[in-house]
């Protein structure tokens, strides 16, 4: 004898709002703050700008980083002037700088952070990686509290 079931599909948008696992919910919330924590130490820190310049979006889906070499830090690897293959002059009277409106072009140079391995690029993601399971403890136990 067949058996039907009619699943109202709209009911589990609800449930997944209603436990705060929408984009933007709680949970997500709770989760990217967690990542931006679990982070800090893998970040590239001389001066602590860059890391004070982490923000959550609104929707709490993706962390940024608001500094003019932020971008560089994250790939990690040395970008040069086109025409003379430096990565900045200095001047002591005036410090590092580059020529103005100059496009510089990527190279395949690491970059050497202080504090590394831990310390270097791509430290959302390798923190990730090595903390995963920490991680994903936290948002059971959040979860659970709820």
């Known amino acids: 004898m067949p058996t039907t079931v009619k699943i109202d599909l709209n009911d589990i948008d609800d449930i997944i709002i209603d436990h705060g696992l929408a984009p933007g919910g709680d949970v997500q ?38 500094t003019p070499y932020a971008r560089y830090l994250w790939y990690g690897k040395l970008m040069v002037d086109p025409i003379t293959k430096k990565g900045a002059f200095f001047s002591p009277m005036y410090g590092f700088w580059s020529r103005p409106k100059v496009q510089k072009e990527l190279t395949d140079i690491d970059l050497k952070f202080q504090g590394s391995p ?29």
Not at 48 to 56: H, Q, V
């Open 29 to 66: 919330k709770f989760v990217t703050n967690e990542i931006l924590r679990i982070s800090q130490p893998y970040m590239p820190f001389k001066s602590g700008i860059l890391s004070g310049t982490a923000y959550i979006e609104p929707d709490a889906t993706s962390i940024n980083y608001v």
């Open 118 to 146: 831990t310390r270097g690029p791509r430290w959302v993601e390798r923190a990730y990686i090595d903390n995963k399971d920490s991680i994903l403890s936290s948002i059971e136990k959040y979860i659970n509290r709820r």
